[in-house]
């Protein structure tokens, strides 16, 4: 996991996934704010368990609430066009319009939408 800190950003590339259920997202968001005092977290995309893009099985819904829970900002950056779900694409579309969840598609993007927040 290679972490760095733009502004008050911190941006998180990793090859192995960070987060794979509440617990381990919790843990990453402790972990983050303990190391760096920062409360606006990029991480890619390759880095969070595939189960989270079903949006049936619950699991973004839960780990998503724990960001707000925890006064985090987070953006997720990847490439998103391999999923059809009409529902994911809704639910991606609706975050992006708000201030605190943002799905991108690159790590400048996620800086960018993380300073507006």
Excluded: W
């Amino acid at each position: 996991m290679k972490t760095k800190v733009i502004k008050d950003i911190v941006v998180v590339n990793s090859n192995e996934l960070i987060i794979k259920d509440v617990q381990t997202a919790i843990d990453f968001i402790m972990t983050i704010k303990y190391e760096t005092n920062c409360n606006k977290i990029a991480l890619n995309k390759s880095a969070i368990v595939e189960d989270f893009f079903i949006l049936s099985k619950g699991l973004a819904g839960e780990i998503l609430q724990k960001f707000i829970n925890y006064q985090t900002k987070f953006a997720i950056y990847g490439d998103y066009s391999k999923y059809t779900s009409k529902p994911l694409k809704d639910f991606i579309y609706e975050s992006n319009k708000g201030k605190d969840i943002f799905f991108v598609s690159n790590e400048d993007e996620s800086i960018e939408m993380l300073s507006k927040s």
